[in-house]
């Protein structure tokens, strides 16, 4: 399955995000980042943090999420391929984040916005997301 | 929408009357030719622009500039004007990168004197100025540092010695807003801001070498001390990870306050506003204020590399290089208006869009008294830029004006139609050197992907917001390693 595409928009990255669960779909939607920004990673040795975001919906959650996530990228000029989750609710996560630290970043991921945000199942159960960052 | 719902006020400004939908507040007004408004059409930024009219304590209108495009919440070339005593205060009407603006330095050099030492020039600069997108400036101050740049804004850097007295005189609020406060802005934001002061950033942020290839006006050209074939250096850069930061925060914290305890209906949420007065609109003000002070600092920052590697090329007894102006396009601040007869303190939320004062305003230095505040227009990467000057008639826009070509195609599109190579050798061919790391953000960057900067220029000088004054031609574009 693919993981996440990216869609047309004038100035910004917008993507389509695919999980068969909602864990998933977070998951996919970090690699989406990390790709995006077209990382040069710096060493193979794995770098964890400890994540913790509570939100109103599972909407607004995946959005903070995604901030928080882009807050560790940024200031640890790290990248991040693995996320486990310790706690998944529709408004509040606990994730141990795992990646590697970066000598350079190709491209520059501000934000994670919540415009024309979408978050909901498919008639077959897969999850299925679009958000649209600030680059 | 169609283009029959605009009524023709002048060949360059159409309007929707408030009648058209029933929330609108104000009715909306857009500045652009004929052919500028049909293109509008394809994007969502003309229904944008009618969800401004319908925000809380709006006077006026709700205004778009003609380098109008698609944003979040507020179109990108969107102008608001809040009565501060019942309307709100919306951090998605201000955009992510606080403080977006320019800066322009001017030599005393020629265009002929300077082309020997062009490529060292432009090789040099890209070293002092880093994008941040790699190593970064090596120093990474503390957060007590921070505050105080926060608080103080350009203003602190020149005490340090990092610029001029001209610096601070020649800057919109004098590179500080004095409501500013570094305590309503997180630590997330002060940490992603740490190593960042004096760092350029990515995509459409750029330094140029120019020269002033033209004349429209020679008295407010002598006024600004411009002359043909003169060698000017141009800085567009914002607040980088702490402004965008600070929105992110603030948009967090205020969607949930919007819909529940203030009960505010907007009809995009990530207007994210509360009442302008209430105690969380005023934190997100100071907030604002802080993240425009640090963007201040972090061009004057930059300034003080430019004249550094400037020095390093062209030996220290060179002549200096003399800030013209630095001016905003993406900022909430408070100003006051004769509305209606009475004197009307307002919020202007400008959201890719410039102030220009007018001659006389009391807010510009004395140097610009008589002629007005200079207006600095960046055109896309190796076209052309303006030097504008603001105008008594710009009050219809609370003194707002454009602020550059705006994306007229996605990064997506511009990588089909372009290669970065190609986009470079064509700049070549022009005798434009470019300086960037990234070939695919050359691409993303072409001038084919913006809008023509020459026809937006048109519209402002036509209508009356600007008028002017010189136009610029690169030399060399650099994008930081």
Known sequence: MKKYEILEHRADLKIRVFGKTKEELFLNAVLAIKDGLRPKIQSTKSKIRNIKTESSNLETLLVDFLSEVLYLIQVNKEVYNKVRFKKFSDTEIKAELSGQKIERFGEDIKAATYHNLDVHQEKNGKWQATILFDI | MKKEDFKKITPWLWEIPKSFQPDMRVPARIYASEKMLEESFKDKSL????????????????????????????????????????????????????????????????????????????????????????????????????????????????????????????????????????????????????????????????????????????????????????????????????????????????????????????????????????????????????????????????????????????????????????????????????????ETEVAVHRKGATRAFPPGHPEIPIRYRESGQPVILPGSMGTASYIMVGTREGEETFYSTAHGAGRAMSRHAALRQTQGKQVIEGLKKIGIIVKCRSLKGIAEEAPLAYKNIDDVVEVVHQSGLSKKVAKLIPLAVIKGE
């Open chain 2, 47 to 342: 229904e944008q622009l009618i969800n401004v009219a319908t925000l809380p304590g709006i006077q006026k209108y709700a205004l778009a500039m003609p380098d109008i495009h698609e944003g979040y919440a507020s179109p990108i070339g969107g102008v608001a004007a809040i009565r501060v005593s019942d309307g709100i205060i919306s951090p998605g009407m201000q955009g992510y990168d606080c403080n977006c603006g320019m800066k322009l330095l001017k030599s005393e050099y020629s265009e002929k004197e300077i082309l020997p030492h062009l490529k060292s020039l432009a090789t040099e600069i890209q070293k002092e100025v880093p994008s941040g997108l790699g190593r970064g400036r090596q120093i990474k101050l503390n957060i007590e540092q921070i505050n105080k740049i926060l608080e103080g804004g350009a203003q602190r850097l020149v005490q340090q010695g990092y610029g001029e007295k001209e610096d601070v005189e020649n800057c919109e609020a004098e590179g500080r807003l004095e409501w500013a406060d570094a305590s309503a802005v997180s630590s997330h934001a002060k940490n992603r801001g740490r190593d960042q002061v004096g760092t350029l950033g990515s995509g459409n942020h750029f330094l140029e070498i120019q020269k002033v290839g033209e004349i429209f006006n020679e008295k407010v050209a002598e006024a600004f001390g411009l002359f043909k074939n003169q060698i000017v250096v141009m800085i567009h850069c914002g607040s980088r990870g702490l402004g965008h930061q600070v929105c992110t925060d603030y948009l967090r914290e205020f969607i949930p306050l919007m819909e529940g305890k203030y009960k505010i209906p907007v009809p995009d949420r990530e207007f994210a506003c509360v009442p302008f007065n209430s105690p969380e609109g005023q934190r997100a003000l100071a907030a604002s204020a802080s993240a425009a002070n640090y963007a201040w600092a972090n061009r004057q920052m930059i300034a003080h590399f430019v004249r550094k590697a400037w020095k390093s090329v062209l030996g220290e007894k060179s002549s200096p290089l003399i800030a013209l102006y630095d001016v905003a396009h993406n900022i909430i601040k408070k100003e006051k208006y004769n509305i209606e007869g009475k």
